[in-house]
């Protein structure tokens, strides 16, 4: 199944960029005869904030994002984000693996696509989780203000070993952390199956 995933994901083959003159970014795929027809026209985009964010058509995401100065978010407010962030689960996106961590989120999901050849963005589907949980938030926790830092972390899945290696590295989070002693006993732990 993981293997499926990630050849549906065109970054598995890649081995660099081209830039052009325009600066929109040119996959160079080794061999692009051996991709499913779609991901052979694949775009990289690269934009710039803070910190750079590369989006690949199809991609699996390894995702972090973090509270504004360390908030520590309760039980309940973690609630509210784990809910958030799986809504739109096989609509805009697959999450394969989620923890709601109490000052940060991390998250291997894929985007889906919305039409012909157009995926989902990352910068919409975060957006989308973050504005709506700052919103709910100050509903069951004492805070006022900014939940959220402006910019995420986002690393685009290379292969089936990253894919595992992110995969445990999200479970065990909570437990490296001391919040539980499995990663299934932490309730705002979610994956979609075993790996």
Known sequence: MISEILSQ?????LGGEDAHPTGQYQLFVGQASSLPLKLRDAQLKVTYRNLPHWELEGAVYFITFNTWEKLELTPAARQVVLNACKFFDRQRYQIFCLVVMPDHVHMLMQPLEKSDNKFWSLSSILHSMKSYS???IPKVMKHIG???QDERHDHIVRD???????WEYIRQ???KAGLSVTPEEYPFFWQMYEV
């Open 160 to 166: 089936e070993r990253e894919f595992q290696v992110f």
């Open 146 to 148: 900014t939940v959220w």
């Open 9 to 13: 994901a065109s970054n598995q083959d």
């Open 173 to 175: 989070n909570p437990v």
């Open 134 to 136: 700052s919103k709910q």
